[in-house]
């Protein structure tokens, strides 16, 4: 079995949060946002280790509020990210052995992963190089000039939402990321890294469940997904919200 190792960023300074408290650190029925992620890859039996990607000014809290605190074996380093996200991912790169074979890379606000979605992407990487998560675009797609005039309507039956996990070889990923630098490339995912090196991008099916908490109204999402997934977590958001 390849050796595989999961990079978590979540070095986001949370400008689009109106709160105090950065969106990772934000409670979630009574758990940070971030643990519910790392759950899941503490538990997935593919993954042998984490790098956990935070602020630089989140380093001491991270690794005794969250690490220690909830007691993940898995995490073996956390390093601080960089001024993009891109950044952040080429510095959770640099902490990953040059003997792992296969890296995982996730939103560390995407606190829905499954063990299926994990497991899957790990799987398919290995056989295709680079895989990601998606769901198919349900809406009409336009494109629109800065003056708001429709330019174009989109075909939206090719178009896809893309998630994480992504999963990569990891010796392909360090190229493509070398190369974006090299080049003052910038993308939006890590996919679109590999594909500027001409390399083919797998898409599995991913789940509309499977969000990125980035706004107030996500939370709320999040906290009515876990309370019909577990009922009991309705009582623990509601005891939490007794004690702040």
């Not at 995490?75 to 990953?96: F, L, N, Y």
């Not at 890590?190 to 469940?209: N, Q």
Request: glycine share 8%; aromatic share 4%; with cysteine.
């Amino acid at each position: 079995m390849m050796k595989v190792n999961a990079v978590i960023v979540s070095a986001g300074k949370g400008h689009r949060f109106m709160s105090g408290k950065k969106k990772q650190f934000l409670p979630l029925a009574g758990k940070p946002v971030l643990a519910h992620t790392l759950d899941a890859f503490e538990r997935c039996p593919l993954v042998n280790n984490i790098v956990l990607v935070v602020g630089q000014d989140d380093l001491g809290f991270c690794l005794k509020e969250i690490v220690e605190k909830y007691g993940y074996r898995k995490v073996s380093r956390v390093v601080p990210g960089g001024e993009k996200r891109q950044d952040s991912v080429k510095h959770g790169m640099d902490a990953v052995p040059e003997d792992v074979e296969i890296v995982v890379i996730h939103d560390g606000v995407r606190p829905f992963v499954t063990q299926e979605m994990i497991e899957g992407s790990i799987r398919s990487a290995m056989r295709f190089k680079a895989v990601v998560l998606g769901t198919p675009v349900k809406d009409t797609i336009k494109t629109v000039n800065p003056e708001g005039k429709i330019l174009k309507t989109l075909d939206r039956s090719s178009l896809w939402q893309i998630q994480t996990p992504q999963a990569f070889h990891a010796g392909l990923l360090r190229d493509a990321l070398t190369k974006a630098t090299e080049d003052g490339f910038t993308g939006t995912d890590d996919a679109s890294l590999v594909e500027r090196l001409g390399v083919e991008v797998h898409v599995l099916p991913g789940d509309s469940t499977n969000i990125k908490i980035t706004t107030p109204e996500d939370l709320l999402l999040a906290t009515l997904l876990l309370q019909a997934k577990y009922p009991s977590a309705k009582e623990k958001q509601i005891r939490q919200g007794d004690d702040e």
